[in-house]
């Protein structure tokens, strides 16, 4: 059986033999597993996509951050 996370019901009207679960998230044990290690990295991350390597196997994660955010 293959696992797909979907995150609004949008697709699920069009599904057949659909077994749908809710579970719930358990949060790492190492929170935050991403951690600020320059200075440019101190600040608002906003997160822009998460690709699996397909050399390596990992997931990477490509982000931004800005020293400070205001919505004006």
């Known amino acids: 059986m293959n696992a797909i996370l979907f995150l ?3 697709d699920l009207a069009s599904r ?3 077994d749908r679960r809710m579970v719930l998230p358990v949060r790492h044990p190492d929170n935050p ?5 320059y200075d440019w990295e101190e600040g608002t991350v906003f997160p822009l996509t998460v690709l699996r390597d397909e050399k390596t196997g990992l997931w990477r994660m490509w982000y931004q951050v800005f020293k400070s955010y205001v919505i004006v």
């Open 8 to 10: 609004d019901d949008k």
């Open 16 to 18: 057949r033999g659909l």
């Open 33 to 37: 597993i991403m951690r600020p290690e």
